[in-house]
Nanobody
Framework: VQLQASGGGLVQAGDSLRLSCVAS????????MGWFRQAPGKEREFVGA????????HYADSVKDRFTLSRDNSKNTVYLQMNSVRAEDTAVYYC??????????????????WGQGTQVTVSS
């Protein structure tokens, strides 16, 4: 499976942005999709995770109530809607897919497939 993340860009604090992650093939129903971000000089940080087939959603505290995950199974696509962005949201955002909840969704090593990343820059 190949993942293609897109939608990043330069925005101002308080703006909204929607990231997309398209999978190259149909995703299995037991897969969890995650979003992570990495700022320069920092470790990769969990943003959120969504089940490909159930209503499961999980967010990092830092983005809860501002970011929303959704999916379109017919398009093999997961979306990350980012509202009220802040300067501290600046990072490269990566989407990832596991092989069926093989580990905690907050841990990068739980995921097997990774997209190439899309840069989000928030100016204050």
């Amino acid at each position: 499976v190949q993942l293609q993340a897109s939608g990043g860009g330069l925005v101002q604090a308080g703006d909204s942005l929607r990231l997309s992650c398209v999978a190259s093939e149909r995703i299995s129903s037991n897969v969890f999709m995650g979003w992570f971000r990495q700022a320069p000089g920092k470790e990769r940080e969990f943003v959120g995770a969504i089940s490909w087939s159930t209503s499961y959603l999980h967010y990092a505290d830092s983005v809860k109530d501002r970011f929303t995950l959704s999916r379109d199974n017919s398009k093999n696509t997961v979306y990350l809607q980012m509202n009220s962005v802040r300067a501290e949201d600046t990072a490269v955002y990566y989407c990832a897919a596991d092989k069926g909840r093989v580990g905690p969704v907050r841990v990068p090593s739980s995921y097997y497939y990774w997209g190439q990343g899309t840069q989000v820059t928030v100016s204050s």
